[in-house]
T-cell receptor, first 109, second 115 residues
């Protein structure tokens, strides 16, 4: 079993839709969870991070962690064409990071 | 700061040739990571350094791969001899470290094609 699993998509939605991206992880010892966004031909960049169960909001983005289910989610409200990218969930293990395979999102105008 | 700088952006080489990828981390960052990204396997950690010392190289696929960090501002990843299955995007990233260490800063990557 991989440490971090993620539906690779691709996922296409119309502009303005609510997007839900999800990951599961295998090790309950993991404490820190991140979402990275990667545009085509670019390196990933940090979008959000959290280290507790519950929700964290930042503008149109909400990160949610359910440690009992080992499930992390990213919600995007009022999605925009500029949100089209690959979204990677990540967990921190020590000073290392383990990434999910990424979900490719397209937001259609 | 200009961010993490990688060179070259693209590398096309023939099987059996030596390939050297270069990285300049963000000044002041204590940690440097080398990742490889492919469609099949996603983003995989190859090796990471702390204060120029290799800490975990368990992700290096085989002896053909080697990485060095001679000083705080420069690292190389070398593949010798290269094989077609090494074709991928190679990313370098750096971070300040600490707990939580949530923010990795990635370079733009080197697209490697081995023919």
């Amino acid at each position: 079993q991989k440490e971090v699993e993620q539906d690779p998509g691709p996922l296409s939605v119309p502009e303005g839709a609510i997007v839900s991206l999800n990951c599961t992880y295998s090790n309950s010892a993991f404490q820190y969870f991140m979402w990275y966004r990667q545009y085509s031909r670019k390196g990933p960049e940090l979008l959000m991070y959290t280290y507790s169960s519950g929700n964290k909001e930042d503008g149109r983005f909400t990160a949610q962690v359910d440690k009992s289910s080992k499930y992390i989610s990213l919600f995007i409200r009022d999605s925009q064409p500029s949100d089209s990218a690959t979204y990677l969930c990540a967990i921190q293990r020590g000073q290392n990071f383990v990434f999910g395979p990424g979900t490719r999102l397209s937001v259609l105008p | 700061d200009a961010g993490v700088i990688q060179s070259p952006r693209h590398e096309v080489t023939e099987m059996g040739q030596e390939v050297t990828l270069r990285c300049k981390p963000i000044s002041g960052h204590d940690y440097l990571f080398w990742y490889r990204q492919t469609m099949m396997r996603g983003l995989e950690l190859l090796i990471y350094f702390n204060n120029n010392v290799p800490i975990d190289d368990s992700g290096m696929p085989e002896d053909r791969f080697s990485a060095k960090m001679p000083n705080a501002s420069f690292s190389t990843l070398k593949i010798q001899p290269s094989e077609p299955r090494d074709s991928a995007v190679y990313f370098c990233a750096s971070s300040l470290g600490g707990q939580p260490n949530e923010k990795l800063f990635f370079g733009s990557g080197t697209q490697l094609s081995v023919l």
